[in-house]
């Protein structure tokens, strides 16, 4: 924070140095002699072309000090109390600017005036400036009111009655500099903004880096949600403009497009443009409504609260394509996943390419059973996730989903994850275990083998690798078995042919063969076990020794 006696403001490429007091002592002189002039920055719609309005930006060319950049002198006349004098002045340029396009019924578009927290905390200060208005016959709806948040911030109270004041008067209120500070979340629940405005220079290296793009994609689709229009200033390159395009951000400013103009310019620009408004981009039917939405005991603070497990905001997009976006992950989420997949990497996937078929019919069954029962509804699914570190791995999910809102074109919502894999994996190993050990006694005093169809391996059990000298894995299946002469030759090709059958997929099959160089006849017996596609994984074989009745 400046403090008012040690300040100076640094003017002009000589490095001069102007006291805050300088400053001060010369703003009624510079306001009469007409040293302040309001310049126009444009802003348009860069899907479409159309310039939406402009905002008023107030310059110092002074006799005295040469040009100081608003940056440097505004600070000063908030520490002297003088922000309201000039906010006034410039309002009332701008009001006879948008008069005189109406008297000679040029092109007309709205222009952002900026609201300081010295006009906020100035008593009457919206009356003057609607009296202003009112001297010029505006209509209200060609002026929006720009006010910082951390303007907001201070003392809350007073900038929630100011801005009731505007509304009822029927201007609309954008939040500046959103992202500057650290309370956005906050101010956006207690304050009813109509329109955000986005400052790429406060999200450092937003585009390029992973997370800046990751945070600025998020908050730009919640914004829409919330049925805030996000305005994203200080566009610079055309790789951010290209960025802010494909996550659905129309509404821009900056130098990309257009320096703040003088006021001639400006008429020229506005003349030879087509103007457009701001609309908001969804027509949405919210569950949550946009105050609670930020309520601290809401889903959007929950997500990103430790109190809760794994959680994430998904976007559905109606239809019979399986279209989902993963919007927003908390770090739980993260984790849970595993796989040292990054956030990016996760908002990135689309759920639908990981899901096999039947997992994305029970996925969507889920959703639609919690879009209608407006409950929430459990699923469990497989994907198949890849990864950088870990290759791909199969895990299962069970997700909570339930419906936040809802657009024609899509439905939001919440879910809540558990990676239930080890659980399954366990599971499955105690079913595996108990079929085996089933499969096995139901044939009592036996020799059992397992035969892997894919491989044409066999696992011996420890009797037949004890009694007959096998290894505990051969290859090649019955080939060796019939090479050790355990197998007579007039029914090794017999044999054979019941490989075959299990490849095709026979369930079971058995016949009596006479064993071992000593020709025991036993009681040979397959069971194979089948894929959830029908295909044929293993055969579990047994051997039982005929005994005679
Ligand atoms: P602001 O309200 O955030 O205004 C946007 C600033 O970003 C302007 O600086 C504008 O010239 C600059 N800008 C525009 N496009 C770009 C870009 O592509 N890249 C970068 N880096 N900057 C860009 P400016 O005119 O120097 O004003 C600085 C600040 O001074 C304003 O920030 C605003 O807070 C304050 N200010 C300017 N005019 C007024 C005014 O009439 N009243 C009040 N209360 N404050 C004003
Ligand atoms: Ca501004
Ligand atoms: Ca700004």
């Known amino acids: ?85 000039l906010d006034l002045y410039v309002f009332e340029h701008v009001c006879q600017f948008l008069r005189g396009c109406i008297d000679s019924n040029k092109a007309l578009a709205r222009v952002s005036v900026n609201m300081s927290r010295n006009d906020i905390l100035s008593p009457d200060y919206i009356e003057c400036l609607d009296a202003i208005r009112q001297k010029f016959d505006i209509p209200t709806r060609l002026i929006h009111v720009e006010l910082t948040e951390t303007a907001a911030v201070t003392g809350a109270q007073v900038v929630i ?79 951010q403009a290209d960025f802010l395009k494909s996550v659905g951000c129309d509404y821009v400013q900056g130098y990309l497009y257009s320096k703040p103009l003088p006021v001639e310019e400006y008429e020229k620009l506005l003349g030879a443009s087509t103007v457009g408004m701001i609309v908001p981009q969804m027509n949405i039917d919210q569950f949550v409504d946009a105050g609670r939405f930020w309520n601290p005991i809401s889903m959007e603070t929950l997500i990103f609260s430790n109190f809760v497990g794994a959680a994430a905001i998904v976007e559905v997009h109606t239809g019979e394509k399986c279209s989902m976006e993963i919007l927003r992950v908390n ?36 959703l639609e059973r919690a879009a209608a029962t407006r409950e929430e509804q459990e699923c469990e699914t497989w994907r198949n996730i890849t990864s950088g570190c870990c290759g791909t791995e199969r895990i299962c999910i069970r997700s909570s989903i339930q419906l936040i809102g809802e657009s024609k074109v899509s439905k939001l919502y919440y879910v809540m994850i558990r990676n239930i894999t080890n659980e399954k994996n366990v599971f499955q190993g105690m079913l595996d275990t108990e079929r085996r050990f089933k499969a096995a006694s139901e044939q009592a005093n036996i020799y059992f083998w397992e035969y892997t169809v894919a491989t044409k391996e066999m696992r011996p ?41 299990i490849e095709k997929g026979v369930k079971s099959i058995e016949g009596v063969i006479p064993l071992t160089p000593n020709r025991i006849p036993f009681h040979v017996r397959y069971t194979t076990e089948f894929d959830e596609n029908g295909r044929p994984v293993k055969a579990y074989g047994s051997a039982t020794l005929v005994v005679d009745k």
């Not at 505007?166 to 500046?176: I, P, R």
């Not at 299946?477 to 050790?484: L, M, S």
Request: net charge negative.
């Open 1 to 85: 924070m400046r403090k008012k006696s040690i300040c100076f403001v640094k003017i002009g490429a000589k490095e001069n140095m102007v006291s805050f007091r300088q400053i001060s002592e010369s703003f009624e002189p510079a306001i009469e002699k007409g040293e302040f002039q309001v310049y126009f920055q444009p802003q348009y719609n860069h899907s479409t072309g159309a310039l939406i309005g402009a905002e008023a930006l107030v310059r110092w060319k002074s006799k005295k000090f040469g040009f100081i950049s608003p940056a440097d002198f505004i600070p000063a006349l908030e520490e002297m109390s003088l922000i309201p004098t």
């Open 161 to 239: 009655d100011s801005i009731k004041k505007l509304h009822k008067l029927g201007y609309t209120v954008e939040m500046d500099d959103f992202g500057s500070g650290y309370s956005s979340l906050n101010v956006l629940k207690d304050i009813e903004f109509d329109v955000l405005k986005l400052d790429l220079q406060f999200i450092n290296g937003a585009i390029g880096s992973d997370r800046g793009g990751t945070i600025l994609s998020s908050v730009i689709r919640m914004a829409k949600w919330l049925k805030l229009p996000v305005i994203a200033e200080g566009v610079e390159t055309v790789e």
């Open 331 to 366: 770090q739980k989420y993260v984790r849970e996943l595993g796989m040292n997949l990054s956030e990016t990497e996760i908002i990135a996937l689309n759920p639908c390419d990981v899901l096999d078929a039947e997992s994305q019919k029970v996925y969507k069954a889920a």
């Open 461 to 501: 059990c420890f009797r037949c690798q004890r009694d007959l000298g096998l290894p505990p894995l051969l290859r090649n299946y019955p080939e060796p078995a019939i090479e050790r002469g355990i197998f007579p030759p007039d029914y090794a090709d017999m044999y054979r042919d019941w490989h075959r059958q």
